[in-house]
Nanobody, 122 residues
Framework: QLQASGGGMVQAGGSLRLSCAASGRTFSNSAVGWFRQAPGKEREFVAAISRSGSSTYYADSVKGRFTISRDNAKNTVYLQMNSLKPEDTAVYYC?????????????????WGQGTQVTVSS
């Protein structure tokens, strides 16, 4: 089971750190991705990290502003979001998958958290 947390409301230019904690199974052998979905829009890829954390992958829209990392000892993956913009407003979901190394495609992930709301005001 995945639990996403850390969302909230922040002004443009501010920062938030999202956490994705796994329970019930080991997280360290899964790739993890963050996705987001704004009202009326499709779910889109944000960032992904490989099992060891040695490889990361970002959507162009967040590159240079967001950083994905993981602490396998704590069974947790983080998404540090800086320089937030109103267009970053969405529900953010984390997802995990054991059978892929790194993917930006949501259909490659079989385990999903419940989502956490991020709202950025202008």
């Amino acid at each position: 089971q995945l639990q996403a947390s850390g969302g909230g409301m922040v002004q443009a230019g501010g920062s938030l750190r999202l956490s994705c904690a796994a329970s019930g199974r080991t997280f360290s052998n899964s790739a993890v991705g963050w996705f987001r979905q704004a009202p009326g829009k499709e779910r889109e890829f944000v960032a992904a990290i490989s099992r060891s954390g040695s490889s990361t992958y970002y959507a162009d829209s967040v590159k240079g502003r967001f950083t994905i990392s993981r602490d396998n000892a704590k069974n947790t993956v983080y998404l540090q979001m800086n320089s937030l913009k109103p267009e970053d407003t969405a529900v953010y979901y984390c997802a995990a998958e054991y059978s892929v190394w790194l993917s930006r495609n949501p259909i490659d992930y079989n385990y999903w958290g419940q989502g956490t709301q991020v709202t950025v005001s202008s």
